[in-house]
């Protein structure tokens, strides 16, 4: 069955504008996890969406959000760039019952000039 | 401060050669995964430990778990240029293995 999917897979941006990542997990899947991956800091936790309701939700300002719609399929929103957002955006999807495996899609990656 | 810290950062080896990376934290996990990233791609799943002092083997690589369940350790028998690649470990922690903590990796070359 098909893996993950992420778009757009590149995208450049300017300060202060808003930009919308879609991810649409596997089949089946209920919940969507989002991270951030930079050089510096590594890959660090957003937020997790299951059954259209944030779960869990890491250490980011509120300019990130997210939202999961009936489908499982899910979009994260970041307002207000700033250049330090630059990174690469990856989504993981799992069946959501806890303990199983997270499956990665293969990120968008965001530049902020 | 990351909650994983992972060494080496990077490592550059020869074909053949053995290697161990760590990765170590002061918090217990429930359980701990490794991951290996390739460029332009997501992480994929290598291995998930569980149990305190667990040993498991995919092939050529072993992974151990510590028996505080705070620290973990990869071995690479025989490195294979196949085998390059960003590996990160990562805790669980709680039950719902999706609010996952990575470690920073480490980032694997191995010539030929």
């Known amino acids: 069955k098909a893996g993950v999917t992420q778009t757009p897979r590149y995208l450049i941006k300017t300060r202060g504008q808003q930009v919308t990542l879609s991810c649409s997990p596997i089949?089946?899947?209920?919940?969507v996890s989002w991270y951030q991956q930079t050089p510096g800091q590594g890959l660090q936790f957003l937020f997790e969406?299951?059954?259209?309701?944030?779960?869990n939700k890491g250490n980011f300002p509120g300019r990130f959000s997210g939202r999961q719609f009936s489908n499982s399929r899910s979009e994260m929103n970041v307002s207000t760039l700033e250049l330090g957002d630059s990174a690469l955006y990856l989504c993981a999807s799992s069946l959501g019952r806890g303990g199983e495996t997270q499956y990665f899609g293969p990120g968008t990656r965001l530049l902020v000039l | 401060t990351q909650l994983l810290e992972q060494s080496p950062q990077f490592l550059s080896i020869q074909e053949g050669e053995n290697l161990t990376v760590y990765c170590n934290s002061s918090?217990?996990?429930?359980?701990l995964q490794w991951y290996r990233q390739e460029p332009g791609e997501g992480p994929v799943l290598l291995v998930t430990?569980?149990?305190?002092?667990e040993v498991k083997k995919l092939k050529r690589l072993t992974f151990q778990f510590g028996d505080a369940r705070k620290d973990s350790s990869l071995h690479i028998t025989a490195a294979q240029p196949g085998d390059t690649g960003l590996y990160l470990c990562?805790?669980?922690?709680?039950?719902?293995?999706?609010?996952?903590?990575f470690g920073a990796g480490t980032r694997l070359t191995v010539k030929p």
């Open positions: 918090s217990v996990f429930s359980s």
């Open positions: 430990v569980v149990t305190g002092g």
């Open positions: 990562a805790g669980a922690r709680g039950y719902n293995n999706n609010d996952m903590r």
């Open positions: 969406y299951f059954s259209e309701t944030q779960r």
């Open positions: 089949s089946g899947h209920r919940s």
